[in-house]
């Protein structure tokens, strides 16, 4: 009788001793789905590789930005579809990054100068030059306007969200040192503007009426 219960006692360790070990040295993990990609760019992140967002956004800004362009709405366009129904005019033309109520706008248009203040240009759409419907900021950027208002960047696309920030910031940056000088130091009242550029629509009471755009070219024909 004592050669089965030792058996049966030594069976009964090993058991127990392998419950622990594939406890602590699982053999596999569940990962939800969808969740597995997210590790693959935390690893791949992880490995040593680091994300310049400075030569990122030069490839970006002359392969895709420049020329995307083109897909922008006509400023006129857009200012008489908001005056008629704004949230027609949203789901029209407007663009969501997120799940927020933040949405924005892709624009390019012909104005003229009405009015030339420290962090803004004021263009009318119309000959007669009587009413600010555009409104070019001039000054400091801040926000996300031009990496989410073109719809050209996924922040599924990056490795993490501080990747993600950093080609925001490094966008406005550029438009700071490029292309705003320019215009500031350009505009004039009367003087005819191109622009292209995005508009972050946060609250449609202050960010519609004039439309509020962060451009990222401006020339002056």
């Not at 292309?179 to 500031?184: A, C, E, G, S, Y």
């Not at 003087?191 to 609250?203: H, L, P, Q």
């Not at 439309?211 to 401006?218: E, H, K, T, W």
Request: aromatic share 10%.
């Amino acid at each position: 009788m004592s050669q089965p219960r030792n058996r049966w006692i030594t069976g009964s360790v090993i058991a127990a001793c392998a419950v622990v070990f594939i406890y602590f040295f699982p053999l596999f993990h569940v990962v939800p789905l969808g969740q597995s990609d997210a590790i693959e760019k935390s690893e791949s992140s992880a490995s040593g590789e680091t994300f310049e967002p400075v030569a990122f956004v030069d490839q970006f800004w002359k392969e895709r930005l420049i020329p995307g362009s083109g897909g922008a709405v006509d400023a006129a366009t857009l200012v008489a579809a908001i005056k008629q129904d704004p949230k027609s005019a949203e789901q029209t033309h407007g663009h969501r990054a997120g799940l927020g109520s933040v949405y924005y706008y892709f624009v390019s248009g012909t104005g003229y100068v009405v009015s030339v203040k420290n962090n803004s240009i004021g263009l009318s759409l119309e000959e007669d030059q009587t009413q600010v419907q555009i409104l070019l900021e001039s000054g400091p950027i801040f926000g996300n306007s031009v990496r989410d208002g073109t719809g050209l960047l996924d922040v599924n696309n990056f490795a993490n969200s501080q990747d993600f920030n950093s080609v925001s910031s490094e966008i406005n940056l550029r438009i700071e040192s490029e292309v705003l000088p320019k215009l500031r130091e350009n505009a004039k009242v009367g003087m005819k503007i191109r622009f292209v550029g995005c508009a972050e629509i946060t609250d449609e009471d202050t960010d519609l009426n004039p439309l509020r755009i962060v451009p990222f070219i401006v020339e002056t024909p």
